[in-house]
């Protein structure tokens, strides 16, 4: 079974500042998708960033942005500027083999934003 | 556009019922998926329904059932419930299958006493 892994399951930053969650995955595959999404408290799925696993650019959306390295299969999401509105649960996620539709998700990175 | 709708948003039940939870989609969007997140399991895949018809199922015994209707809205239903099956239920949809972005409802928060 393909797993997503993230190694950090509580991460804490000081408003303004920048963090890194790491997630790390395993396929046997060349093509697919990894997603960031942030859950806060009211617990919607919000989708925050996404890397498409054959471009080597790494996706960046305002504050936030991948470091993605296909061959060691990591893929961490930087937050610049952190903001409280920033404080949330984070999940990394994969597209599974076969099914597109079908994501496979980390245990999650608790983030909290210090004022 | 109306973002993804789940009702009920909770529900409360006793072991041994049976419940139907209800997801609408983004309009225009055929793929409907659904997850179940419990804290000590995360966030698993339950299954993906598109143009009426069940596509992909994850690891989940056979009181878990679902379906979709002409309009895209799903429904899934679980019968006999049991204690772990209290859970977070979140349906995802997108426009269409394969490696699209999936767009999360509030999801139904489930009980079983």
């Known amino acids: 079974a393909q797993t997503v892994t993230q190694s950090q399951p509580e991460m804490s930053v000081q408003e303004a500042e920048t963090v890194t969650l790491s997630c790390t995955y395993d396929t046997s595959e060349s093509d697919y998708y990894l997603f960031w999404y942030k859950q806060p408290p009211s617990r919607q799925m919000i989708l925050v960033i996404r890397?498409?696993?054959?471009?080597?650019q790494n996706a960046t959306e305002n504050r936030f942005s991948v470091n993605f390295q296909k061959a060691a299969k990591s893929f961490s999401l930087k937050i610049s500027d952190s903001q409280l509105g920033d404080a949330a649960m984070y999940f990394c996620?994969?597209?599974?083999?076969?099914?597109?539709?079908?994501?496979?998700f980390g245990e999650g990175t608790q983030l909290t934003v210090n004022p | 556009k109306a973002g993804v709708t789940q009702t009920p948003r909770y529900l409360i039940k006793t072991r041994g019922q049976q419940v139907t939870l209800s997801c609408s989609p983004i309009s225009g969007h055929r793929s409907v998926s659904w997850y179940q997140q419990t804290p000590g399991q995360g966030l698993q895949f339950l299954f993906e329904?598109?143009?009426?018809?069940?596509?992909n199922k994850g690891n989940f015994p056979g009181r878990f059932s679902g379906r979709q209707f002409s309009n895209s809205r799903s429904e899934m239903n679980v019968s006999t419930l049991e204690l772990g099956d209290s859970a977070l239920y979140l349906c995802?949809?997108?426009?269409?299958?394969?490696?699209?972005?999936?767009?999360f409802g509030p999801g139904t928060r489930l009980t079983v006493l």
């Open positions: 890397q498409e696993a054959y471009k080597q």
């Open positions: 995802a949809s997108s426009q269409t299958r394969g490696y699209n972005e999936q767009f």
């Open positions: 329904y598109f143009s009426e018809t069940q596509r």
């Open positions: 996620a994969k597209t599974q083999e076969t099914s597109g539709s079908r994501l496979t």
